[in-house]
């Protein structure tokens, strides 16, 4: 009983310091848990950023890919254009000047 008394006492007289120290533990334990969250937090964003990353990679691949394609849809499309020009020229060298505007279009008045 003696060492009840005592003990009441003693937090009687340093009632600001257990308060403080309280405070402290209280504090400690709610941090704690917040930065388990932020944690949490900070691996989820991770692994989103990944997820991104590897998204636009595949865009940049596909995009990569497509427009090889055009290019060589182009240059084809230009070397049919040049061989449809070179018989054209061809064919009118053999032909006289009223045939060459009339294939044209052009009427001669």
């Known amino acids: 009983m003696l060492y009840l008394k005592q003990f009441q006492n003693w ?14 533990v209280i504090a400690y334990v709610l941090g704690k848990n917040q930065a388990k969250n932020l944690l949490k937090m900070a691996e989820f964003e991770r692994t989103q950023y990944k997820e991104q990353n590897k998204n636009l990679e595949q865009q940049v691949k596909n995009k990569a890919a497509k427009d090889e ?7 084809k499309t230009i070397e049919l254009l040049k061989n449809e020009r070179d018989e054209r ?3 009118f060298k053999d032909m006289e000047n009223n045939e060459v505007l009339e294939e044209l279009g052009i009427k001669k008045q």
């Not at 937090?11 to 402290?24: D, I």
């Open 69 to 75: 394609e055009a290019i060589r849809k182009y240059e």
């Open 11 to 24: 937090c009687k007289a340093h009632w600001k310091w257990l308060t403080l120290t309280a405070m402290f």
């Open 89 to 91: 020229i061809k064919s």
